[in-house]
């Protein structure tokens, strides 16, 4: 480990098209799992992932992935974001299977947890992936950017969503097909950011912004969520509804402009040339 915080231990199960991917703390226990694609938006979901389990002190270096390959824009990604990437051999992942079926250790489990409990329990026997070409490094630059702006957004929306619990519950049920960190969510947030004003917004009003980002199905998402903005709660006074709308509305705008810059990055990635 590189301090005092948690690590992570990734087992990253890949195929063509997909990652199959476990995430454990360094006792074994199971964090989450999860099937991320192939490209800039599978890594762009391992890094919030990560940052929702590593909390707001996590080290980079503090996570560890065993994947089946060392090569690949993937595996360079991973590099670049400094997490400490080892590269193995499908037959050893296969030995060590068996070896822990030979010990009554339940073996029925996939290659990603196999591999996540490789790194966690025989990573000094296993080979780091190297990425040190100048190629490399550029790679570097962009990703770890990436990786930054990917991390700081979840951890900007852990606040609003924490914010939001405490003056206006609604938001976040009316919200949640939408994911309360895409723009057009947050452009109804800020709109109407305390529970009174929220409850008069029209459906032509709601409809105006899906349509302007491309929503599918948009009257009846548009009614779903005037409904739900409607439905009755706990009211506090005015000045703290007012003090909590505001707090609310910085954090919907700053999740806006990160979302501005996640996408400018990657498409800057997704330029960047393979080793």
Request: charged share 25%; glycine share 6%; no cysteine.
């Amino acid at each position: 480990m590189t301090g005092e915080g948690l690590l992570l231990l990734i087992g990253d199960d890949w195929a063509e098209d997909h990652h199959d991917v476990e995430i454990q703390d360094e006792t074994g226990r199971k964090l989450a799992a999860a099937n991320l694609p192939e490209g800039v938006a599978g890594i762009a979901k391992l890094h919030e992932l990560l940052a929702r389990h590593g909390g707001e002190d996590l080290d980079p270096g503090e996570v560890v992935v065993g994947i089946e390959t060392d090569r690949g824009s993937w595996v360079q990604a991973l590099i670049a974001s400094d997490y400490q990437v080892y590269a193995i051999n499908p037959r050893q992942v296969a030995r060590f299977k068996e070896r822990y079926a030979s010990s009554g250790a339940k073996s029925d489990k996939g290659d990603a947890h196999a591999l996540a409990d490789m790194v966690r329990i025989d990573r000094a026997q296993l080979r780091p992936v190297a990425g040190d070409s100048e190629q490399a490094q550029a790679v570097k630059v962009v990703a770890r950017a990436h990786q930054t702006l990917i991390w700081e957004r979840t951890r900007t929306f852990q606040r609003l969503r924490t914010t939001l619990r405490e003056y206006f519950p609604a938001a976040l049920n009316a919200y949640a097909d939408l994911t309360l960190t895409s723009t057009d969510a947050l452009e109804l947030l800020i709109k109407a950011p305390a529970p009174a004003a929220a409850a008069k917004l029209t459906r032509t009003q709601i409809t105006a912004v899906l349509t302007r980002h491309r929503r599918h199905n948009r009257a009846a998402k548009a009614a779903t969520i005037q409904t739900a903005l409607r439905e009755r709660q706990l009211g506090l006074p005015e000045p703290v509804t007012a003090a909590y709308a505001a707090t609310a509305t910085a954090h919907a705008r700053l999740i806006i402009a990160l979302n501005e810059q996640i996408a400018a990055m990657e498409e800057q990635v997704k330029t960047m040339p393979v080793n």
